[in-house]
């Protein structure tokens, strides 16, 4: 019941949004190259199957493998951030700083340092990636009250134990936060990792079907990308549940 | 007062001759405000509390008692004067001499009830499994047995403070501060909770310092009764409470001599000079 009200509203807005463009795209004015409409898109989704499949294989690769690195050196970072005073203080605004560059600028420039393949694709996505997942963190194990704080020295508990048995704990729904974030983002920058040189992924399918007026082929890429993001978003959440489950109970407090 | 003696002992473990407990000598706490220049938390405070002693602490709310017992619990140290546990005056001493239980609970919402007592053990290095093993006991002599398996989402307040004195106990330390312990609750439950109290201190006797800004708490648990002025806060009348501990409740609270003690504290409270 619940979770039949919380899954229509979305499932209507997508079912409207859907029929109207179809109904542009019936329009007698718009052509098939400028918009494939939802049927020519779905004709495409099951013509192109394997190719789209192989395709997006490729890329889930890319930004699952971006996601892990990000997690990695964004949990190393944070954790040095939150226990080093003066790292947190030196790199903070440098990370801020970092998200300011476009990525799409910089996709190419990776391509050349690190050549075509899976490297460059790798280092975008952590890139887009590190940042969430770090700031939130970094936040998560900040959020810790000050009386707690005193509750663990006073308990005698060194600056180890009180990180791993009360901040990390207590940071995991920041994260979790964090990683939902980035798991949406992910897949633009395997995106744009792909554009600026590839010679295989979903990306690069898409741009070679618009470059080719391949129009319903571009659609369904797109609907397949969407569904990724969509499902690392619903993953990430997944995980939280699991790791979380304290989360709940206390939400369910009278 | 064998305490007063101590007073020279400075950094070094003293032998255990005298009876130990707890003093702070002529202490003044500032605060660095930007805004509104010092904040005097404490000044000139003198008060101490001998071994086994249940040391009750009464004053209106911002009186500097929850800095007095931080001092004591070894997380600061005092601009003047000096403060002594157990015969030490190093601030590791007395972080090492005294546990301390903040005002709320602080339980761990991710551990249950036992292993957030459990706690207290496993900083110490003793392993997870085997910190439970021996924080059970506890749990059962104090009548939480049936709640050690509980998230402290799903416990009442009375029943989280409870385990949360567990978790003080266990630290092992000869000195226990408490910070206004039952402040967030209820009238009804906060009696019960005193009582509670009353009987583990009996069961598991230690020095304590108590917080309170409730007089009637003060004096049913109280050796000694200090009544602190408002902030900064100094000492303007102590009473003994000549009642063996542990007390009935109800026939302790309606005893005309507590009555009496409770018109004494509640008038010093009154005519305490005024910042």
């Known amino acids: ?254 | 007062m064998a305490t007063m003696q101590l007073k020279a002992a400075a950094t070094k473990p003293q032998p255990a001759e005298e009876a130990f407990g707890v003093e702070l000598r002529d202490v003044t706490r500032r605060f660095r405000s930007s805004r509104s220049g010092d904040v005097v938390a404490l000044r000139g405070l003198d008060l101490s509390a001998a071994d086994g002693e249940v040391l009750a602490v009464v004053g209106p709310s911002g009186c500097g008692k929850s800095t007095l017992l931080e001092l004591l619990a070894g997380l600061g140290d005092p601009d003047e004067g000096s403060v002594t546990a157990r015969g030490i005056t190093s601030r590791e001493g007395r972080l090492a001499a005294c546990a301390y239980m903040p005002q709320r609970d602080l339980l761990l919402p991710w551990r249950n009830a036992l292993a957030n007592a459990a706690l207290a053990l496993e900083v110490q290095g003793v392993p997870a499994a085997a910190a439970r093993r021996r924080a059970l006991p506890l749990f059962q002599r104090f009548g939480l047995a049936e709640f050690a398996g509980a998230l402290p989402a799903e416990l009442s307040g009375g029943m989280r403070q409870r385990v949360a004195f567990l978790r003080t106990l266990l630290a092992g330390r000869p000195v226990l501060l408490l910070d206004e312990p039952f402040g967030a609750l209820d009238s009804i439950t906060r009696a019960a909770m005193q009582e509670w109290l009353a009987e583990a201190l009996a069961a598991e006797p230690r020095t304590v310092v108590l917080v309170t800004h409730d007089v009637r708490e003060a004096l049913y648990l109280g050796d000694r009764v200090a009544v602190l002025s408002p902030r900064p806060g100094r000492l303007v009348a102590e009473l003994g409470v000549p009642f063996e501990r542990p007390r009935p409740r109800r026939k302790t609270v309606t005893d005309p001599a507590f009555a009496a003690l409770e018109e004494r504290a509640l008038q010093a409270l009154e005519t305490a000079p005024q910042p």
């Open chain 1, 1 to 254: 019941m619940n979770g039949v009200r919380r899954t229509l509203p979305p499932a209507l807005l997508v079912a409207a949004g859907v029929a109207a463009w179809q109904g542009v795209a019936s329009l007698a004015a718009v052509d098939d190259l400028t918009l494939a409409s939802p049927m020519e898109t779905v004709a495409a989704l099951a013509d192109d199957l394997p190719l789209l499949l192989d395709g997006a294989l490729v890329t889930l690769v890319e930004v699952v493998l971006g996601l892990g690195l990000a997690v990695a050196v964004g949990a190393v970072a944070a954790v040095g951030m939150h226990l080093v005073r003066p790292l947190r203080r030196a790199a903070y605004p440098v990370l801020v700083a970092s998200q300011a560059i476009p990525v799409v600028v910089l996709a190419p420039l990776f391509v050349l340092a690190f050549d075509y393949g899976l490297a460059p694709k790798l280092a975008i996505v952590a890139l887009i990636c590190f940042f969430p997942v770090t700031v939130n963190l970094l936040d998560g194990l900040r959020s810790v009250e000050p009386d707690l704080l005193k509750l663990m020295r006073s308990l005698g508990a060194s600056r180890l134990a009180t990180l791993r048995r009360v901040e990390l704990p207590a940071a995991l729904p920041s994260f979790f936060s964090g990683l939902r974030v980035a798991a949406t983002v992910s897949v633009i920058g395997a995106v744009f990792g792909e554009w600026a040189g590839a010679d295989e992924g979903l990306g690069r399918l898409v741009l070679l079907a618009n470059n080719q007026l391949q129009t319903p082929r571009v659609y369904a890429g797109i609907v397949l990308l969407t569904l990724m993001a969509v499902g690392l978003f619903l993953l990430a959440g997944l995980a939280e549940r699991l790791a979380v489950p304290w989360k709940r109970s206390e939400a369910a407090r009278p």
